[in-house]
């Protein structure tokens, strides 16, 4: 019977959600569900296929017009939990998850409103309960993941399976409040109190020819400046210069120099992502823009490609930037800085210093 087709994939889709068994323990659950009363036309079509022998479907006598009292099909009704189990497949799979929920009393109340964390990672289950243990017990640990002392569990078990171990730790363990996604770098490491690898950058200065150093050592320079520059071997060929510190900003990566007191001069592509850096720089710091201007960007236009990339909204720019900006966007153009002649910047990077 389709009815009982379509009711089973329904069933099965909000048992793998974690619904029904959320509604099982909440009380809430629902056991008889009712179809459409079908008209004569409908009964006559499909009477033949229905299986009078099922224990779950519910029959009863309506009278027709034309055909007169006939037992017809009303929906499907199921005694317990168990049985509406049975009918999708899961009674088996259920026992595993209520034996694995029952294996952690501190967790027990949060999986049964969230059960889908459990069903999904049963698998992996004591090992989650093993880390768990461990974080319970050592609050603020200070080590890198590849140090827990917990057999069994290497550092491979843990980056794969960061974003469960968080759903159960935040529950029970202390954390730190200010890290609102593990997604972002070393979030997971940093909102459990473990070590992680420090943010590295490369620089040049008249002293060091291309160095990469922990981003918090460059508050031991001298130069208070940064010239930060996106292309690498536009970055390589850049002369140093007085009172800067020439960096490879590698997209986006520049994010890493946020909270350190710098005036910088900033040289991306122009490009929707090129302006898009340039202005979270300028969110933290006091910054102007090298060779991003419209100007640059139509002396050289016969050397820009297709820029297919997404736009992006509420820049911080100036205006000629923002001018610029608009221009390529709606032209879908973009000028790469490793396509504007070496010896043109040059002499252009004497007006800036």
């Given amino acids: 019977m389709q009815f009982i087709k379509e009711l089973k994939i329904k069933l099965l889709k909000k048992y793998k959600s974690g619904e029904l068994i959320r509604k099982y323990y909440s009380g809430e659950l629902k056991l008889e ?6 008209s004569e036309k409908e009964f006559l079509k499909e009477y033949v296929t229905y299986d009078y022998s099922n224990p779950y479907a519910v029959f009863k006598e309506i009278n027709y017009k034309s ?4 037992k017809v099909f009303v929906g499907v009704q ?7 189990l049975e009918f999708i497949g899961k009674k088996r799979e259920f026992l595993r998850f209520e034996r694995l929920l029952y294996k952690d009393k501190d967790l027990f109340e949060f999986l049964k409103q969230n059960p889908k964390i459990l069903l999904e990672n049963m698998d992996i289950w004591d090992k989650v309960l093993e880390v768990k243990e461990f974080f319970v017990n050592n609050p603020r640990p200070n080590i890198y993941i590849r140090e827990l002392p917990v057999i069994g569990i290497d550092s491979k078990f843990i980056e794969k399976n960061k974003k469960v171990l968080d759903k159960i730790l935040s529950q029970v ?10 997604s ?7 909102k459990y109190f473990l070590k992680h690898p420090k943010n590295r950058i490369r620089i040049k200065n008249k002293e060091w020819d291309d160095i990469e150093i922990n981003v918090e050592d460059l508050k031991k320079f001298k130069e208070k400046r940064l010239f930060i520059i996106e292309n690498l071997y536009t970055y390589l060929a850049f002369p140093v210069l007085d009172d800067y510190l020439v960096v490879f900003g590698r997209g986006f990566n520049a994010s890493v120099l946020k909270g350190l007191d710098y005036e910088v001069v900033y040289w991306g592509d122009i490009d929707k992502a090129g302006f898009a850096i340039l202005s979270m720089v300028r969110n933290f710091a006091k910054t102007k823009s090298f060779l991003m201007d419209i100007d640059t960007f139509k002396k050289f236009s016969f050397l820009s490609v297709e820029d297919n990339e997404k736009d992006y909204s509420n820049l ?4 000629s930037e923002l001018k610029c900006y608009n221009f390529i966007k709606s032209d879908n153009k973009r000028l790469e800085q490793e396509r504007i002649p070496f010896e043109y910047a040059l002499e252009k990077l004497k007006d800036v210093l």
């Fill in 33 to 38: 569900y009712k179809r459409k009363k079908p």
């Fill in 67 to 70: 055909i007169g009292t006939q």
């Fill in 78 to 84: 199921f005694e317990s939990f168990d049985n509406l």
């Fill in 173 to 182: 363990c202390e954390y730190d409040e200010s890290v609102k996604s593990i």
């Fill in 184 to 190: 972002k770098e070393w979030g997971f490491e940093r």
């Fill in 316 to 319: 911080n720019l100036t205006e």
